[in-house]
T-cell receptor, first 114, second 112 residues
Framework: GNSVTQMEGPVTLSEEAFLTINCTYT??????LFWYVQYPGEGLQLLLK?????DKGSNKGFEATYRKETTSFHLEKGSVQVSDSAVYFC?????????????FGKGTHLIIQP | DTAVSQTPKYLVTQMGNDKSIKCEQN?????MYWYKQDSKKFLKIMFS???????INETVPNRFSPKSPDKAHLNLHINSLELGDSAVYFC???????????FGPGTRLLVL
């Protein structure tokens, strides 16, 4: 079956530090990959996505590149802010647009200190 | 103009009670989902519906019964609530042919 593995944290960084959150996946087909973010007390928001190998998703200064050879989709940001403090979820879908659920990693709690 | 909305946002109830959570989306999507997020933040699919038809029913106790009166609504009814049902329940929607899912704000259920 499908699975997603990501570092669980908490990850604590100082403002303006470089961020990497690792994510690797196992899937039978060629999945689409996602990063979702959950701010305290809120629902999940789509942060970025990539649908095929070597695609780079980017949004709000965050980037992730779909690496088929290493089955990875690591999230990076060059300079984090306090407002980036949240839980970040890596997820995959191999439904091809069907009604399958997303498979999520366990989430990484990110804390940015001023 | 909320895309995916859920009611109530918080639900505190006693063991053994029956409760419902409602979900509505105004995105024009034809597929809707329920997910459960446990106390460790782990998210797991429970159900999915496409055009009001049940597609996925993961290993969920039959005390949980989803109902989709139309494509824009997917409600979740829970009978005989147990302590272990305490969690955050998220509704989501997508359009068939697209893999991106859009999530509601969640319903925080606490069973005492």
């Amino acid at each position: 079956g499908n699975s997603v593995t990501q570092m669980e944290g908490p990850v604590t960084l100082s403002e303006e530090a470089f961020l990497t959150i690792n994510c690797t996946y196992t899937a039978t087909g060629y999945p689409s990959l996602f990063w979702y973010v959950q701010y305290p007390g809120e629902g999940l928001q789509l942060l970025l996505k990539a649908t095929k190998a070597d695609d780079k998703g980017s949004n709000k200064g965050f980037e992730a590149t779909y690496r088929k050879e290493t089955t990875s989709f690591h999230l990076e940001k060059g300079s984090v802010q306090v407002s980036d403090s949240a839980v970040y979820f890596c997820a995959l879908s191999d439904s091809g647009g069907g009604a399958d659920g997303l498979t999520f990693g366990k989430g990484t709690h990110l804390i940015i200190q001023p | 103009d909320t895309a995916v909305s859920q009611t109530p946002k918080y639900l505190v109830t006693q063991m053994g009670n029956d409760k419902s959570i409602k979900c509505e989306q105004n995105l024009g999507h034809d597929t809707m989902y329920w997910y459960k997020q446990d106390s460790k933040k782990f998210l797991k699919i429970m159900f999915s519906y496409n055009n009001k038809e049940l597609i996925i029913n993961e290993t969920v106790p039959n005390r949980f019964s989803p109902k989709s009166p139309d494509k824009a609504h997917l409600n979740l009814h829970i009978n005989s609530l147990e302590l272990g049902d305490s969690a955050v329940y998220f509704c989501a929607s997508s359009q068939q042919g697209e893999e991106t899912q859009y999530f509601g704000p969640g319903t925080r259920l606490l069973v005492l």
